[in-house]
């Protein structure tokens, strides 16, 4: 049986390592963190659990559900109402947005105000509609814009919406326009087949998306596999045209060398081409490190279950008073995720590694935490019992006018001088892959390397339909995901931000 290294204990690290096992080979996983999951880890502090960002189990890909279905038995799986709503100037607004919504929140006064903006924005549209801000000024307005896609999209990415590319509206804003809001408002029965609807519910396993990970972990352990944490790869040995041997260093500073016959990497690809041995060329070199990152952090706040009146899954906050990007209401996740009386609210935060926020002590961020929600007026600071924070880094590939010639570099470079290593998931292929579709790209993997198929991995998730929307699902195999969901980003703005906050690696 082949020796196989997986490096990486999240979704496509272990997926791998879990469909190993049923062709009868166990493999070797190391991962660099203290918990398996990756970025859908659930983290545990003192009894509480709380997600890094909230992660839905929904899925176009049949296989991927079915394969969730034989980690977890359907008794652990709850069925969760999805809602999600904007919070903007002290109210809660639908999202999408609908017409009868949105004027019961703003106000006729208010109300009127976006429709007359609209209304000129149909007379005298911006003339360049290939930006993210043009495209969405044009089907919405001005006041519209400003108040409700402005501030969170730029809390997101960084940088100026007017910066960034038209071809990913069409994607998270799909069909969807004020006069179609308003014309829904007034005829919902006829019209409201006319806007692409999102899913209105989704799967989520009562302790959180790390209880899959825990659970397909003792699986595959039970089954033979071995898993090693807090050791992080420094050295990809190779000769000959393959990948011989893996080096880790473990947290008591030692460094264990295993052999290798097939490599299964969901680390991130700029690392893995930088720890070859021997090092790759400098224009590879250059390649990888060209490729940049979003980072994240996450404020997790445990406060009496009456302060928290809504019952949202998540809110996006559109306020420029508040840093906060997004807060996430575990205990409307699932009640398993809290304790009798109590809540747990997960600020997002969305940052760069290095900067100022990034290197802020523990304390200092719960009482942004604290600030921000007494900001919005949702908690008083007094009502937060306690605080915790988790800092995840390359929480999302970067995706600029570079990142396409980056990545294919790498990918020539692996292909012709390691072909049995196999880059997978979100990171391990700097791409913006949802839970399910790094799942998916190890699957096949898996039967790349077992059975010689010849699935292109790097065709799992193409399509350019929005993920959340509604479609007929196919149970056919096919490498299509559930729709990309990332903008390219001008570099340049990048770089300029990461500089202004501090950050010395670009």
């Known amino acids: 049986m082949p020796e196989v290294v997986v490096i990486g ?15 009868g080979v166990a493999s070797t996983i190391v991962e660099a963190d203290d918990a398996v999951g990756g970025i859908s880890r659930t983290a545990q502090r003192d009894g509480w659990r709380f997600d890094l960002g909230g992660h839905r189990f929904f899925t176009k890909v049949q296989e991927v559900e079915d394969l969730w279905h034989e980690i977890l038995p359907d008794e652990d799986f709850l069925l969760r109402p999805r809602k999600s709503r904007i919070y903007y100037d002290g109210k809660f607004i639908d999202y999408p947005l609908r017409g009868t919504n949105l004027l019961r929140s703003v106000g006729l006064v208010e109300g009127f105000g976006y429709v007359a903006s609209y209304a000129w924005a149909r007379i005298r549209p911006p003339k360049d509609q290939t930006n993210y801000e043009g495209w969405l000024v044009a089907r919405f307005g001005w006041r519209l814009y400003n108040a409700f896609f ?3 999209t730029e809390k997101v990415w960084g940088v100026p919406v007017s910066s960034m590319p038209a071809d990913w509206a069409a994607q998270r804003v799909k069909e969807l326009s004020l006069g179609k809001a308003i014309v829904n408002a007034v005829l919902p029965r006829r019209n409201q087949t006319d806007i692409t609807s999102l899913i209105e519910e989704f799967q989520y396993p009562k302790y959180g998306p790390g209880m899959m990970w825990e659970v397909c972990r003792d699986k595959v352990v039970a089954r033979g596999s071995k898993v090693h944490m807090n050791e992080k790869v420094v050295r990809v040995r190779h000769a000959d045209g393959a990948a011989t041997e893996v080096t880790t260093l473990g947290a008591d500073g030692s460094e264990i060398t295993r052999p290798a016959d097939h490599v299964i990497s969901s680390m ?12 790759v060329p400098d224009d590879v070199q250059r390649a990888a490190e060209d490729l940049s990152y979003r980072d994240f952090l996450t404020v997790a706040l445990v406060v009496p279950e009456r302060a928290v009146p809504w019952n949202d899954n998540w809110i996006y906050v559109h306020d420029k008073g508040a840093e906060v990007g997004r807060i996430q209401n575990f205990g409307s996740w699932s009640p398993y995720m809290v304790k009798e009386g109590r809540n747990v609210l997960g600020l997002e935060y969305f940052v760069f590694e290095g900067d100022r926020m990034w290197n802020s002590a523990d304390e200092d961020l719960v009482e942004l935490g604290k600030r921000d929600l007494a900001t919005l007026g949702l908690v008083e600071p007094s009502d937060v019992e306690t605080g915790y924070v988790v800092r995840v880094p390359k929480a999302y590939p970067t995706y600029d006018e570079r990142y396409r010639a980056n990545v294919a570099v790498l990918r020539e470079w692996l292909e012709r001088h390691t072909p049995n290593v196999h880059p997978v998931g979100r990171n391990g292929m700097f791409r913006y892959n949802n839970q399910d579709h790094s799942m998916f790209t190890a699957m096949l993997t898996v039967e790349n390397i077992m059975t010689g198929s010849g699935h292109d991995i790097w065709e799992v998730n193409v399509e350019e339909e929005y993920h959340e929307t509604l479609s007929e699902t196919s149970t056919r195999r096919t490498p299509a995901g559930t729709g990309r969901d990332a903008p390219v980003l001008p570099r340049a703005e990048v770089d300029a931000v990461r ?5 010395d690696d670009v």
């Open 9 to 23: 204990a999240g979704p496509a690290g272990l997926t791998a390592a879990f469909q190993l096992h049923k062709y």
């Open 150 to 152: 402005k501030t969170y």
């Open 268 to 279: 991130p690809i700029s690392e893995l081409l930088k720890a070859m041995d021997p090092p």
């Open 499 to 503: 500089t202004e906050r501090g950050v």
